[in-house]
């Protein structure tokens, strides 16, 4: 079945800087990747998604890059800011099913 | 639109007790949902798909005798924890699929504590 692994576990920025967040898959058939961010204790909120058939995707201050062929893809958030700070998870299709990394832990300070 | 509502946000029960956990969509029907368990600084674990009038598809390692599913309608997928011990205790939160799509909306969670 699909696993998804996504380093780093915790990841502490000053406020302004960028973060990377990467993720890989197992599943070469899996062909849907969506980024969650999760305030403690509230449900996970998707943040941006990305398709097998697209290399890249950005909207705003984040983007996601995919690599199908290394079975790897990385969020980027740029200019980050003390709201960003959450934990985020990274997800990967099995049929219609998700399966998600670890989860990263980022700390933004000002 | 798509918003998932879970009932209770949160509940405390006694070991050995059952409890039910209601996931419904809002405004669109869902005739596949999914439940998650997660537990304190941990990631989301998928537990069971739920199709609408068929029975649940369980992950490996989880008993389906002792979280039973039913998803009997269009807009609601049941979990109730039956026999529930201390180490039951955890965030379960349900999400259902969009129409047409892979993406999952997900409901607030529920608190599961079992003393």
């Known amino acids: 079945g699909e696993n998804v692994e996504q380093h780093p576990s915790t990841l502490s920025v000053q406020e302004g800087d960028s973060a990377v967040i990467k993720c890989t898959y197992s599943?070469?058939?899996?062909?849907?990747f969506p980024w969650y961010k999760q305030e403690l204790g509230k449900r996970p909120q998707l943040i941006i998604d990305?398709?097998?058939?697209?290399g890249e995707k950005k909207d705003q201050r984040i983007a996601v890059t995919l690599n199908k062929t290394a079975k790897h893809f990385s969020l980027h958030i740029t200019e980050t800011q003390p709201e960003d700070s959450a934990v985020y998870f990274c997800?990967?299709?099995?049929?219609?099913?998700?399966?998600f990394g670890k989860g990263t832990t980022l700390s933004v300070s000002s | 639109g798509a918003v998932v509502s879970q009932h209770p946000s949160w509940v405390i029960c006694k070991s050995g007790t059952s409890v039910k956990i209601e996931c419904r969509s809002l405004?669109?029907?869902?005739?596949?949902m999914f439940w998650y368990r997660q537990f304190p600084k941990q990631s989301l674990m998928l537990m069971a798909t739920?199709?609408?009038?068929?029975?649940?598809?369980?992950e490996q390692g989880v008993e389906k005798d002792k979280f039973l599913i039913n998803h009997a309608s269009l807009t609601l997928s049941t979990l109730t924890v039956t026999s529930a011990h201390p180490e039951d205790s955890s965030f379960y939160i349900c999400?259902?699929?969009?129409?047409?799509?892979?993406?999952?909306?997900f409901g607030p969670g529920t608190r599961l504590t079992v003393t």
């Open positions: 405004d669109f029907q869902a005739t596949t």
């Open positions: 997800a990967a299709n099995a049929g219609t099913a998700l399966i």
């Open positions: 999400s259902a699929l969009g129409q047409g799509t892979y993406e999952q909306y």
């Open positions: 990305i398709r097998s058939n697209v």
């Open positions: 599943d070469s058939a899996s062909n849907y």
């Open positions: 739920s199709n609408e009038g068929s029975k649940a598809t369980y």
